[in-house]
């Protein structure tokens, strides 16, 4: 059965640092997202993209955020400068209708 | 502006008993769906079950159905003859109108449910 993939599973990093965080979507899905939960929260909604471009995006996804589809497989989230507020478990999803997620990232940042 | 309420942070049942688990909703959307999600300690998140607003019988998918009131704008969980493996915590999120293309989940707070031998 076809499943979102998502690398790497565990990213430690240092305050300050850029990360890029990785997905591949399910391949005949047309829109994708990514979510976050921080440990012992909902989750929540970050960004939504289609057509190559963002269809919608939360308070959350401020100018240190961006995502990007450089080929027609991935899917990927970058987090320009990170803050220590950032760690938590990043969700893709993609979707045709019902929406599948990926197995998350755990991003700490230290 | 879309809202998920769960009422119940943590539900304790005997293994084989069925279980209710509540989602409250509320929406300004004429057209939206409703999804449930379980996520085991692991962390990931599995699609269980989904219900548009204009489907006319509840959804059900094995052991799972959802008892769907939309005079009450709710979407409860109904889990059948419970499993130790169903420990987990259970998330109830909607989505708003189908037309729109992309659009985002709205999750409630979830509810850790705990089956006990």
């Known amino acids: 059965e076809p499943e979102v993939t998502q690398t790497p599973s565990h990213q430690v990093t240092q305050m300050g640092q850029e990360v890029i965080l990785r997905c591949v979507p399910i391949?005949?899905?047309?829109?994708f997202y990514w979510y976050r939960q921080i440990l012992g929260q909902k989750v929540e909604f970050l960004v939504s993209?289609?057509?190559?471009?963002?269809?919608?995006k939360s308070e959350i996804f401020d100018d240190q955020f961006s995502v990007e589809r450089p080929d027609g497989s991935n899917f990927t989230l970058k987090i320009r400068s990170t803050k220590l507020e950032d760690s938590a478990m990043y969700f893709c999803?993609?979707?045709?209708?019902?929406?599948?997620f990926g197995p998350g990232t755990r991003l700490t940042v230290t | 502006a879309q809202k998920i309420t769960q009422t119940q942070p943590g539900m304790f049942v005997q293994e084989k008993e069925a279980v209710t688990l509540d989602c409250t909703y509320d929406?300004?959307?004429?057209?939206?769906?409703l999804f449930w999600y379980k996520q085991p300690s692991s962390g990931e998140m599995i699609f269980l079950i989904y219900?548009?607003?204009?489907?006319?019988q509840n959804a059900t998918e094995g052991r799972y159905s959802l008892n769907f009131q939309k005079a009450r704008k709710s979407a409860n969980l109904v889990i059948s003859a419970s499993q130790l493996g169903d420990s987990a915590m259970y998330f109830c999120?909607?989505?708003?109108?189908?037309?729109?293309?992309?659009?985002?989940?709205?999750f409630g707070q979830g509810t850790r449910l705990t089956i006990n031998p």
């Open positions: 999803a993609s979707s045709r209708g019902e929406q599948y």
């Open positions: 391949s005949n899905h047309l829109y």
């Open positions: 993209f289609y057509n190559n471009e963002i269809s919608e």
């Open positions: 929406t300004s959307d004429q057209s939206y769906g």
């Open positions: 219900q548009g607003s204009y489907d006319e």
């Open positions: 999120a909607m989505r708003g109108s189908l037309i729109q293309g992309a659009q985002k989940l709205v």
